[in-house]
């Protein structure tokens, strides 16, 4: 059985999202806990849970590194299954980093639910970091069969706005670029913009996504 960790808003949620880690951080991890968060700030309700590989390090299992993507989507499959037993209305499926590609390889499969209107990627790896001339991660999103919102840093090195911003992205794939963020939103010292609030900026985008999908 799934394990979900919950954050809720105070009042009833506009959306749930489904939310999966990254590659190398836990669901509790500090990011994951700042956009939780932000997000129930915003009135979404957040459930994190863990791939067998992530949970597997809790028991004392070997550090094992992550399958490829793919093989994880069963995997969140059986998570949104049993979300759907503990929650009403609207749901986003979605992820940080690896865990947004996965949420977007589901949303190209022919099951998705009908209550699923949307994937939101926070951090997506368009590319192998700092490689921008390795093979893009594009057809997750071009084959996505609900609408994707993506929060990405400025200066992402998984795809930075500039290098996005050069290619074409398909019409029903979205993005809202974080103040010279990196690929956990954070900002250089010098900038003006702060951790704190590009997540806030992140998760207001997330909530707007929801809005309008509703």
């Known amino acids: 059985m799934t394990a979900f960790l919950w954050t809720r808003p105070d009042t009833d949620p506009a959306a749930t999202l489904l939310l999966a880690h990254g590659a190398g951080a836990q669901m509790d991890s500090t990011f994951m806990e700042k956009l939780a968060a932000a997000l129930s700030a915003e009135g979404i309700a957040v459930a994190r849970f ?122 029903h794939v979205a993005l809202t670029y974080l103040e010279d963020g990196n690929h956990d939103f954070g900002p250089r010292g010098k900038s003006p913009a702060t951790l704190d609030g590009n997540i806030r900026q992140a998760a207001k985008a997330t909530a707007a996504f929801a809005k309008r999908l509703g």
């Not at 940080?96 to 209550?115: E, I, N, T």
């Open 50 to 171: 863990e791939f067998a590989y992530m949970a597997g390090r809790r028991t004392g299992g070997p550090k094992k590194p992550p399958p490829r993507a793919d093989k994880l989507i069963g995997e969140f499959q059986t998570a949104l299954q049993a979300l759907m037993g503990e929650s009403d209305g609207l749901l986003l499926v979605g992820g940080k980093s690896m865990g947004g590609r996965v949420a977007a390889m589901l949303a190209g499969g022919g099951s998705l639910p009908g209550r699923v209107k949307g994937v939101a990627c926070f951090g997506y790896p368009f590319h192998p970091t700092g490689k921008p001339d390795a093979d893009w991660r594009l057809a997750p999103l071009e084959e996505a069969k609900r609408p994707v919102q993506i929060l990405q840093g400025d200066r992402d090195p998984f795809g930075s706005r500039a290098e996005i911003e050069a290619i074409t992205v398909p019409d």
